[in-house]
């Protein structure tokens, strides 16, 4: 990121909340996009979004009817969990930090308002949880090695 060899490095218009600021909109140049630059972070995102686009007349974005496509993206490369699926293209796992626990209790002390969540990719993105990584074998794991590289996909969840 923020190398232009590889960054598009959008800028965002003035923005008022933050005193006419102008953002950075970092986007990959290359195969995978920003999946290719990104942090590998793994976030379906949160389903009070998904649910109000749907409620502002998007059709067929409301957290429930778009999570059927996240899960079909995916391969899990943990224990299968209810949320998850194995075999989609997007490979994602459990990220390697140290000591995640005692980070998880740091943040439970901010008090009620960070719950910790143990799933994957949570619904409800405000709290506490371990985050998933697009990786697999301890390397990125981009849009382009997906859906590009890995050759024929393994089936339907």
């Known amino acids: 990121m923020h190398n232009p060899a590889t960054d598009w490095m959008f800028a965002t218009e003035p923005d008022p909340s933050i005193n006419g600021r102008v953002g950075m909109w970092n986007a990959g140049r290359g195969l995978g996009g920003g999946s290719a630059i990104n942090g590998m972070v793994y976030i379906r995102g949160d389903r009070h979004d998904y649910d109000d686009w749907a409620a502002a007349g998007c059709t067929g974005w409301s957290w429930d009817e778009v999570l059927p496509y ?36 740091a943040g439970l002390r901010r008090g009620p308002a960070c719950a910790r969540s143990t799933t994957i990719a949570p619904a409800d993105v405000d709290g506490v949880f371990v985050n998933y ?3 697999r074998n301890g390397e990125r794991w981009s849009a382009a090695r997906g859906y590009l590289e890995a050759g024929p996909c393994r089936g339907r969840t």
């Open 133 to 135: 990584a697009t990786q």
């Open 70 to 105: 996240f899960k079909r993206s995916e391969d899990w490369q943990g224990r299968r969990r209810r949320r998850t699926a194995r075999a989609g293209r997007c490979r994602s796992r459990r990220c390697h930090q140290a000591r995640p626990d005692r980070r998880l209790r």
